[in-house]
């Protein structure tokens, strides 16, 4: 089988990729590789995946060209792809808003087509986000509750890429699920993340930023339990999914973490006291999250297994080897 993977040097989709390869999948893997965060820590990740080069090729695009994927895949016989590219970060949208225009939306739509255009595709499964959700406080969170009050412009393209999959699935009989994800984080994450930032100060000797004064809650998934999601749901087809056409799924841990307990299991794997800077909420952002996984669980079998004190230890340990040199 051949996998696209989009947004492969992100945290997401290298370690969907990395997953891939272990297993003998061919795959081609697609990043404009912008810097966001750190670019040094995208060719880190993209390096790990050389071992593996008789297997993946690499094209280095921007999915809001359509020409350039095109391009990317011509003459392949595409299985399934995996749409994880996307401009990320519920605050960066607030001052970064055309970014948002270009990757989450036009990129969403080229991928579309791409897909609506490949003979040989099976399914197309796609990045959403828990964001999507704003300011419900009925939880936990289920894929039925209404998801039209977004709190972030990132929010609201994650909305649109969930309709546009709608009417690209009915029109065109393609066989598409979302992803709503929640929270994710582990080695090889992002640095813009609480975990990274906060061990990274702490460190440093540097206060961390605490919103809502450290009165919130977060589903925290373990990066290897979203990665056997995914590719459950890449590699299965239960009957509800095909009578659907276009299925949406939560994806998280099940279980609201409080965020003093994150920075008190990333205190005690750094073996340091955190200076504390309690702050009011941020705009766009939202109390707790917590994800219905029943219909995930139900149809893929999907059930998460690293508690958030085993997966803040093994972020710890690997970001002592690779802070320092990542950025």
Wanted: hydrophobic share 40%.
């Amino acid at each position: 089988m051949t996998y696209l993977v989009t947004g492969v040097a992100g945290f997401i989709g290298f370690n969907v990729a990395r997953r891939l390869l272990e297993r003998g999948e061919r795959v081609i893997g697609i990043d404009n590789l912008n810097d966001y965060y750190a670019v040094a820590l995208k060719k880190a990740r993209l390096a790990a995946l050389a071992p593996h080069h008789n297997h993946f090729r690499f094209v280095q695009a921007d999915i809001a060209e359509i020409a350039s994927i095109r391009d990317a895949i011509s003459g392949e016989k595409l299985t399934k792809i995996i749409h994880l590219a996307a401009q990320a970060g519920v605050r960066y949208s607030i001052d970064h808003p055309e970014t948002y225009g270009s990757s989450n939306l036009t990129g969403h739509l080229n991928m579309l087509e791409i897909a609506r255009n490949c003979d040989t595709l099976e399914r197309m499964v796609y990045a959403s986000s828990s964001s999507v959700y704003g300011g419900n406080t009925k939880l936990p969170f289920s894929e039925d509750d209404p998801v039209e009050k977004p709190v972030s412009l990132y929010a609201a393209t994650k909305r649109a890429d969930e309709l546009m999959s709608v009417a690209y699935s009915n029109l065109y009989d393609l066989p598409l699920i979302g992803l709503r994800f929640f929270t994710v984080y582990g080695p090889w994450g992002r640095p813009d993340m609480a975990l990274w930032k906060f061990a990274k100060a702490i460190c440093e000797d540097r206060p961390i930023a605490v919103y809502n004064n450290g009165d919130m809650r977060r589903d925290f998934t373990y990066i290897d339990d979203i990665v056997s999601g995914v590719l459950a749901v890449a590699d299965q087809t239960p009957a509800r999914a095909v009578e659907d056409g276009h299925r949406l799924y939560n994806i998280g841990n099940n279980k609201p973490e409080a965020l003093m307990d994150l920075i008190g299991f990333l205190e005690r794997g750094l073996g340091k006291e955190a200076e504390k800077e309690f702050l009011p909420m941020q705009l766009g952002d939202v109390k707790e999250t917590f994800a219905d996984i029943s219909r995930i669980s139900g149809d893929y079998g999907f059930a998460p297994t690293t508690s958030l004190e085993v997966g803040v230890a093994k972020f710890v340990d690997w970001f002592k080897a690779n802070n320092a040199h990542l950025y």
